[in-house]
């Protein structure tokens, strides 16, 4: 945008509705120039004007203080900023929510996987005992077969 000066004395309130914030391009689709008022009541306050304005003085287009355009901008980044707040604020609620659920099961798996743990360590604990049981009993009976075999054996021994 360049900077003119124009005489001006015109306010917004009296051309066509202009876009919040700092406006671009006029609604006929022409640049936007930055003119500098030299006039009584707005001395060297600065204006945004349609380039095509000056020569079609009898059609309504665009026509802005800096100033108020600064402050619409100011608003809307307020109001983004507003909105990326609570944005921010509900994430951190759901995650905060999924934290805490994610808390919730693992326990609860820990809890499970030390049952179930304990459960099979009881049952491997009476397997041992149960086959200590069967070996000492094997034992016995391998001991008892092998008396009767020698028993056997030095009747036999004798006899011969």
């Known amino acids: 945008m360049s900077t003119n000066s124009y005489y001006s004395s015109a306010s917004s309130s009296g051309f066509r509705v202009c876009p919040p914030g ?8 022409e640049e936007i120039i930055t003119f500098t008022s030299k006039t009584k009541e707005n001395p ?3 204006f945004y004007r349609c380039a095509i304005a000056m020569k079609r003085e009898n059609e309504e287009h665009l026509f802005k203080w800096v100033d108020e355009a600064l402050l619409d901008e100011i608003k809307m980044v307020n109001e983004k900023c507003k909105r990326v707040v609570e944005n921010i604020s509900d994430l951190r609620m759901n995650v905060m929510a999924n934290m805490e659920l994610l808390n919730k099961n693992a326990k609860q798996m820990e809890e499970e996987l030390i049952k179930k743990m304990e ?3 009881l049952t491997m604990k009476e397997n041992v005992e149960e086959l ?3 070996m000492a009993k094997s034992a016995l ?4 077969v092998a008396v009767v075999i020698v028993a056997s054996i030095v009747w036999l021994w004798g006899r011969v």
């Open 141 to 144: 009976k391998t001991v008892g």
């Open 119 to 121: 459960g099979e360590l």
């Open 22 to 29: 700092v406006p671009s391009k006029c609604w006929c689709g």
């Open 132 to 134: 200590g049981h069967v």
């Open 44 to 46: 060297y306050r600065r």
